[in-house]
Each structure stands twice: as structure tokens, then as C-alpha cells.
């Protein structure tokens, strides 16, 4: 059975740290592209940072140089540190795994809440 799990969300205050990590069963991360995707209350939801099954990465302008997305393979994970956190990164944040042959992300996780407040 296919299934993302998502970890380590929480709350942390303004200019802090957390890593987020997607654990996969059912599918190899380095044979999927993996994204980090978040959602704000009343907001879209908006792709923050992915890896390809080729390890090329891309970023959200607003978390470049903040957020870093890497892959494990030896434990089939893809994680998401983030540093320098604002208020505005508060979200839901979602992992999601998209098949060589889709256009689109055809599996997610459940999300994790991350609030970034003093």
C-alpha cells in the first residue's frame, strides 16, 4: 500500500528552526519526484520545494536560502529543513510524490501543522 507519512511539524518562534521529514512505503523517493507543498487557513495550496528522481531541486522564491529539501534513499525518506522561519511559513505543510509518467502529484500525505509564532 502506497502511503506518505509526514513528521516534525510544531511551533516555533520567528527566525527558528524545524525539519520535516516523508517517510514513503510502497514507492522509492529516488524513482518519484517529491515536493513539499503548504496550505495557509483561507490560502492556496503552494508548492514550497521538490526533488526530482534525478536530485535536481527548485524553491518557492519566498524560502530560497531558507529551506533546503533532501533525500535519503538508504531510508526512503525525503526531508525539508527550515530555517529563519517567519510568520507567514505558518501552514499545513503536505508531502507528495509525482510518477515519472504524471503531470501532476498523485500521492499525499496527511500534513503536519507548523506555526511559527513568539
Known amino acids: 500500500q502506497l502511503q506518505l507519512v509526514e513528521s516534525g511539524g510544531g511551533l516555533v518562534q520567528p527566525g527558528g528552526s524545524l525539519g520535516l521529514s516523508c517517510a514513503a512505503s510502497g514507492l522509492l523517493v529516488d524513482h518519484y519526484a517529491i515536493g513539499w507543498f503548504r496550505q495557509a487557513p483561507g490560502k492556496q495550496r503552494d508548492l514550497v520545494a521538490h526533488?526530482?528522481?534525478?536530485?535536481?531541486?527548485k524553491y518557492k522564491d519566498s524560502v530560497k536560502g531558507r529551506f533546503t529539501i533532501s533525500r535519503d534513499n538508504a531510508k526512503n525518506t525525503v526531508s525539508l529543513q527550515m530555517n529563519s522561519l517567519k510568520p507567514e511559513d505558518t501552514a499545513v505543510y503536505y508531502c507528495a510524490a509525482r510518477s515519472p509518467l504524471s503531470y501532476e502529484y498523485d500521492y499525499w500525505g496527511q500534513g503536519t501543522q507548523v506555526t511559527v509564532s513568539s
Open positions: 526533488i526530482t528522481s534525478g536530485g535536481s531541486t
